[in-house]
C-alpha cells in the first residue's frame, strides 16, 4: 500500500521559512516524480513543483520559482519542500504528490496523494 506523509506545517509569520517533507513508503518510485500541489480555501487545487528520484530536473510553478526548493533523500525516500520568504497568499493546505513519468506529466494530475498539511502565514 503506498504512503505519502507529510510533516512540518505550521504557523509563521511573513518572511519566514518552513520546511515540509513527504516519506514515502509502499513501492519503488525510483521511476516517479514526486511533488507538491497546495490548496487556498475556496480555490482550486495549485501545482506547486515537482522533481524526479533520478535527478532529471525540477520544475516550479512561477508563482514560487526563486522562493521554494524541492529536494530529496533517495535514501530516506523523503522528499522536502523548502518554503522561504513566505507570504501570506500561501496560506494553504500543501499535499505530497507521486505519479509515473516527469514533473510535468505529474503537474496534470497524480496518481498517489498525502493526506495533507496545512501552512498559515500572518501578516
Known amino acids: 500500500q503506498v504512503q505519502l506523509v507529510e510533516s512540518g506545517g505550521g504557523v509563521v509569520q511573513a518572511g519566514a521559512s518552513l520546511r515540509l517533507s513527504c516519506a514515502a513508503s509502499?513501492?519503488?518510485?525510483?521511476?516517479?516524480?514526486m511533488g507538491w500541489f497546495r490548496q487556498a480555501p475556496g480555490k482550486e487545487r495549485e501545482f506547486v513543483g515537482a522533481?524526479?528520484?533520478?535527478?532529471?530536473?525540477?520544475y516550479y510553478a512561477d508563482s514560487v520559482k526563486g522562493r521554494f526548493t524541492i529536494s530529496r533523500d533517495n535514501a530516506k525516500i523523503t522528499v522536502y519542500l523548502q518554503m522561504n520568504s513566505l507570504k501570506p497568499e500561501d496560506t494553504a493546505v500543501y499535499y505530497c504528490?507521486?505519479?509515473?513519468?516527469?514533473?510535468?506529466?505529474?503537474?496534470?494530475?497524480?496518481?498517489?496523494w498525502g493526506q495533507g498539511t496545512q501552512v498559515t502565514v500572518s501578516s
Open positions: 504528490a507521486a505519479g509515473s513519468g516527469s514533473p510535468y506529466v505529474l503537474k496534470a494530475g497524480a496518481r498517489y
Open positions: 509502499g513501492r519503488t518510485f525510483s521511476n516517479y516524480a
Open positions: 522533481t524526479t528520484w533520478s535527478g532529471g530536473g525540477t
